[in-house]
């Protein structure tokens, strides 16, 4: 089931203005990534913030991470026609798992959220 | 870097038939992970692998499906006996990881499988 929650889930500009995307969570992570998608294609990964970390920047991308909010936000700057597409975030938590009975690791398990749908006019 | 691949594109398949879906990692990544998604919903989680090791797998991964990555190089997701509710894309993605920091470590997704069971 979805952990993560999106807000808006349809976001419709002008191109040149800037996009705002909001995503809520629920339990504890230890990131949180943003991923694009255009319709019919896979996932692209955009940006990684660790718990730790409170903004970052790619770009013309800027991410935020409220942790004691449990929410993150992606901020799209000077947005173009060719940033439409879907956005999701994604809860990143590090879990650990019994090999064979006689030892562990662990990996990184993303949990998505619904998407933003961002449509950008000419 | 040629990316993740992923074979067929598109499956269309009636009910009850099986069907095999095939995903070639990045060739140095280690770790591969199948996703689900369905129309208007984020990937859903199916099933991890570490090398060859199936690690992890969903409790949405039904009886009906299975997964392999022999050699710990390509993997395979088969369904059997499938419904209409397996109608979804199907995606497979993949990561390197070998320090213990590795589970900050983004995806790679392929273009996905998508498959409509009529």
């Known amino acids: 089931s979805q952990q993560g929650e999106e807000d808006p889930q349809a976001l419709s500009i002008q191109e040149g203005e800037n996009a705002t995307m909001n995503c809520s969570y629920k339990t504890s992570i230890n990131n949180l990534q943003w991923y694009r998608q255009n319709s019919g294609r896979g996932l692209v990964h955009l940006i990684l913030i660790r718990s730790n970390e409170r903004e970052k920047h790619s770009g013309r991308l800027r991410v935020t991470l409220d942790t004691s909010k449990k929410s993150s936000s992606l901020l799209i700057t000077a947005s173009r026609a060719a940033d439409t597409a879907s956005y999701f975030c994604?809860?990143?938590?590090?879990?650990?798992?019994?090999?064979?009975?006689?030892?562990?690791?662990?990996?990184?398990?993303?949990?998505f959220g619904q998407g933003t749908i961002l449509t950008v006019h000419p | 870097d040629t990316g993740v691949s992923q074979n067929p594109r598109h499956k269309i398949t009636k009910r009850g038939q099986n069907v095999t879906f095939r995903c070639d990692p990045i060739s140095e990544h280690n770790r591969l992970y199948w996703y689900r998604q369905t129309l208007g919903q984020g990937p859903e989680f199916l099933t991890y692998f570490q090398n060859e090791a199936q690690l992890e797998k969903s409790r949405l991964l039904s009886d009906r499906f299975s997964a392999e990555r022999p050699k710990g190089s390509f993997s395979t997701l088969e369904i059997q006996r499938t419904e209409q509710g397996d109608s979804a894309m199907y995606l497979c993605?993949?990561?390197?990881?070998?320090?213990?920091?590795?589970?900050?470590?983004?995806?790679?997704f392929g273009n996905g499988t998508r498959l409509t069971v009529t």
């Open positions: 994604a809860r990143g938590q590090k879990v650990l798992v019994v090999v064979r009975g006689v030892g562990g690791t662990s990996y990184g398990k993303l949990t």
């Open positions: 993605a993949s990561s390197f990881g070998r320090t213990a920091d590795s589970y900050n470590s983004p995806l790679h």
